[in-house]
């Protein structure tokens, strides 16, 4: 949820509210008074289908839009009755019904009675399909160019009517705009049908179609033509381009590069285009047009939690520090169980879509039994592509845990590399697709109490989205194990807790987690799961839906040991445009209790 301005007040808004709906309603009684009857009263027996199509378009139900208010003489109804049949017939036939009967007749009443039965007859099914590609596309076919059998495979990608389905005027149509907007979405952007035939025999019940493409040229992108800049470099928009000029134009390349413009957040609105019918096809410029987003923005936001309790977040961004081609940000978080800073330094896009970097970051965290103290310092290089985010990092880690034991303080130096890998159909609220994300990391640690020597962590998970008729489903599995000596401890902060919101429903946040003397300590090794299935509740409210769910997990010293806890539950979601508002109710197995889970945020 958005807020771009203070909200009205509750009363003011039940008082807007009321004063609409009873403004609508008065306006729709007027409208329903002065609404004069309709001149004829139209009924039509046929299948469903063709009894909307009919009901929608043929004149005599279109009266009220063609003359609202008309009164028909016995003259002009007559002509109206006498040229409905060859009207439903010309209808009938969009939807490949070409041997209809129809029959028509008025009767009295005030006003008039038209009744059109319809009795549909066989329809018309496709009997054969030919797509022919002539130009520059025909000669690459024969040539058996890797980029022509593509471009020849998306004209026919998805073709609405193949041989055997039911011959449809409307998929007629969508069929030829889809596959010429395929063919100049693999470059050909001048690409154009020739000629295109949808022969019917109506007494065969059959049609035979045919279409002729002239593909034109195929586009390769030449000089990049930037507009809008002001404040940051053509270099930068270069490198976020990331191809080479005389690489084919196709939509998809377009496409990839305007959003990783919009990704980039130097840019509030990015436009890439490439003008059909250019001078010289072969180097066809590629126009950017741009609008660079305020230099510097601060972002506060409130929210609650089941995990952290009530939080507040503060963010500042400078994306041209000191005049340098970089971006600054700086995050805050004030919760009542967890505090924390994280800062970021990092490069403008560099070639390969590279940006180096510089971090580091604070937190301390309260559970019932410790309080943990970390901070990090980490230089690295980040890559973000589609379909994967990637960052290699030399981090130096420290933690110091206060708890009924005493004081544990670990230090750790690592090499670390994390990825992750999407597919999904929207990244802010999917319900299809996959993500991985994966880590490994290795150095040197040093505890104390404890000793020193090397680490090696590892870490994944994976979450899936699955629509199964009307509900969305989706499945969670984590691991993770740190490997060392065992009088080795790696910072606590790189070791394993489970419970809480995206963890084990139905547990304390960070509880699962190995015990000594009845003190919370970070495990070596994590395992959890869920499996969740929702559904909208109403369709005039799509982004409200109720969910079921299972999870399971533990964090522990090794996974010998590690038995899971159960948790089930049911729970609430709203899609909001910023992402789900969550509110849960889960039952822990092992605590023999239930417990809300909630998470709302609100960003202004």
Known sequence: MSIGRRPPGLAGLLLATCIWL??????????DKKKPPPPVRLEVEAPRELKDLLGTHLDLARLDVIAPGTSLDETELARLVSATPAQARELLQTEGYFNPQVEVEKLAGDPPVVQVRVQPGPRVQVRDVSIEVRGPLAEATARDEPHAREAQKALRHNWPLPPGAPFRNPLWSVGKRDALAQLRAQAYLDAEWQDTAARVDADRQAAELSLVA??????????LRIRGLKAHDEETVRNIANFDPGTIATEELLLDFQERLQNSNLFDRATVTVRPQADDPSAAPVNVRLRERKLQEATFGVGISADVGVRTTVEHIHRRPFGWAAVARNTFEVSQLRRSWQGELSTHTL?????????????????DTDTVVSGRLRVGRAQDTRPIDRLVFL?????????????????????????????????????????????VGAGMAESEPGGRGP???????????????????QARVELGQVFTRDEVLVPES???????DDSVRGYAYRSLTPQVNGVDTGGRVIFTTSVEAARPFLKRMPELWGAVFVDAGRAADRFGDLKPAFGAGVGLRYRSPIG?????VAYGEEVRKFRLHLNVGVTF
């Open 22 to 31: 009873v403004a609508g309603c008065a306006t729709k009684g007027d409208e």
């Open 214 to 223: 002239e593909s034109g040229p195929l586009y390769r992108t030449g000089p």
């Open 351 to 367: 070639p390969g879509l590279w940006r180096n970097l510089v971090g580091g970051g604070a937190e301390r965290i309260e559970s």
């Open 395 to 439: 981090e130096l880690e420290r933690s110091l845990r206060r708890s009924a034991l005493g004081r544990e303080q670990s230090n750790a130096l690592g090499l670390h590399y994390h990825g992750i890998w999407r597919d999904v159909d929207d990244p802010l609220l999917p319900t299809r697709g996959n993500v991985w994300v994966g880590q």
């Open 455 to 473: 680490f090696t962590r590892l870490y994944g998970r994976y979450r899936g989205y699955w629509p199964v008729g009307r509900w969305y489903t």
């Open 494 to 500: 790189m070791r394993f807790r489970a419970g809480g």
């Open 580 to 584: 789900p508002v969550s509110l849960d």
